[in-house]
């Protein structure tokens, strides 16, 4: 586990196949029915074709760093946390998820490095994906 604030997410009807998924250790993404496309960020519709009808699925939780910036400073609750990674992680799947590595040397982070999901607790059963070095 890192030492990255966690708080609970903000659950709607339209992400909470996503956080009970991360809540049972998977990452589930929507596809939309019509195009097929995986979508992210989570939501009950396609933003490239338009269509309203998704089924969730689960993805390897494997990816790549797409690109990273290590922050130094960190505001309210991040202030203790500093340094620490905010990246862009391409799935293997395809979509690009805005996220944290963590469980590394913040210098040892490199675009094109393996990475895999691991969840960490966010309070009432809840849990946020992170990245980790694969």
């Known amino acids: 586990m890192s030492e990255l604030p966690t708080r609970p997410p903000r659950r709607t009807h339209e992400t909470a196949p996503f956080w009970d998924g991360c809540a049972e250790g998977r990452l589930v993404l929507p596809r939309c029915d019509r195009c097929h496309e995986l979508v992210w960020y989570p939501r009950r ?14 993805v390897s ?51 094109g490095q393996p990475v895999r999901v691991v969840f960490e607790p966010a309070g009432d059963g809840d849990a946020l994906p992170r990245f980790t070095p694969a």
Not at 83 to 89: E, G, K, S, T
């Open 45 to 58: 519709f396609c933003p490239l074709c338009a269509g309203t009808e998704v089924s969730w699925e689960e």
């Open 61 to 111: 939780g494997r990816g790549t760093v797409y690109s990273f910036t290590v922050l130094r400073r960190g505001d309210g609750p991040y202030r203790e946390a500093a340094p620490y990674v905010l990246a862009y992680v391409e799935l293997d799947e395809g979509p690009r998820v805005l996220t944290n590595v963590v469980g590394t040397d913040p210098g040892a982070v490199a675009v």
